[in-house]
């Protein structure tokens, strides 16, 4: 199912034929440096896939999307919208993620940008946050061009985390 487009990006339901792209992806310590469980192994992978396969599978207008250059075909990473309990208040995450190969020509961005519109318009919320490894430049870059900013810094058990945070005006109904 195809959740959005954009002028280059097309962000669809992952498939279970995704599941050697998104692993080449995972399987990068680069591409993994930032995430506090690091690296994934296809099994890890696999079952992450099978997870997101209809949705979030607690909030299927949630979840990860595979995330495909127009042009190409080409899979080029999963951005999308994932549910969090943090200090007992329900938030929602934009996350993305794309193929090192292809970093800085906007892609991040551009499918941020309309995960943000869908998210206010579509899903009607009215928060989004980034979660960010203190560090992850990159991610600051795309957190802040979709007009989120510093919110906090919070520390669990996986460790320190800078919180970004948009708040979205949503249409009249
Ligand atoms: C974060 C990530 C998705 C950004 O993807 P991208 O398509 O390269 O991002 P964009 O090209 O849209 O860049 C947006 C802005 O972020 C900043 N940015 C991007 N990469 C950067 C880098 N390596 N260093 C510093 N700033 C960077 C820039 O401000 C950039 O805008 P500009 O190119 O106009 O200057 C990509 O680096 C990635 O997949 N990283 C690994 C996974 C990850 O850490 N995901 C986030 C977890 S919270």
């Known amino acids: 199912m ?3 487009e954009t002028p280059r990006l097309l962000l669809r ?3 279970p034929g995704d599941l050697e792209a998104l692993y080449a992806l995972y399987r990068d310590p680069d591409i993994r440096r930032y995430f506090p469980d690091g690296t994934r192994t296809l099994d890890e992978t696999r079952e992450e ?5 209809n949705g979030h599978r607690r909030q299927p207008e949630l979840g ?3 995330t495909i250059e127009r042009s190409s075909d080409a899979f080029l990473g999963r951005c999308g919208l994932l549910p969090w309990e943090i200090d007992g208040r329900l938030e929602v995450e934009l996350a993305f993620l ?7 020509e906007g892609f991040a961005s551009e499918a941020a940008r309309a995960i943000v519109e869908h998210a206010r318009t579509v ?4 928060r989004l ?4 490894t203190p560090g992850n430049a990159a991610s600051v870059g795309v957190a802040e ?3 989120m900013s510093f919110e906090r810094e919070q520390e669990d058990e996986f460790g320190l985390c800078h919180i970004y945070a948009l708040a979205l005006v949503t249409p009249e109904s």
Do not use: E, P, Y
């Open 2 to 4: 195809i959740i959005l």
């Open 13 to 15: 339901h992952l498939v």
């Open 49 to 53: 896939l099978n997870w997101f396969l």
């Open 64 to 66: 990860l999307w595979a």
């Open 98 to 104: 794309i193929t090192k190969a292809r970093w800085r």
């Open 123 to 126: 899903l009607r919320l009215q």
């Open 129 to 132: 946050i980034c979660l960010i």
């Open 145 to 147: 061009k979709v007009g």
